[in-house]
């Protein structure tokens, strides 16, 4: 049984570390989709960049998507911010 609970406990910390890790991974990823959303208008007003435009354009969308992604699984995994306003505890 304490084997079963040491597993638990590596687990719990396997878990921690990688969202900590995905949360710096989600602002880099939507620092890259800034950049490249940015970069589009750019790139439509010059004649010979042309080709890189639905490039930027793949990069910047699948940034926004990786960053949602993670804000929807933070939501998912720490629901306590939704019951802090609307529910106040008396602690």
Not at 47 to 73: E, K, N, Q, R
């Amino acid at each position: 049984m304490e084997i079963v609970l040491l597993w638990l406990d590596d687990f719990d910390d396997f878990v921690v570390t990688l969202m900590v890790t995905w949360e710096r991974l989600r602002y880099r990823s939507l620092q890259i989709g800034f950049v490249a959303a940015a970069a589009l208008p750019v790139m439509t007003q010059s004649g010979m960049s042309t080709p890189l435009v639905p490039l930027a354009a793949a990069i910047a969308s699948t940034a926004v998507c990786l960053w949602g992604g993670g804000l929807f699984g933070a939501r998912l995994l720490n629901p306590r911010y939704e019951f802090s306003i609307s529910h106040p505890t008396n602690a």
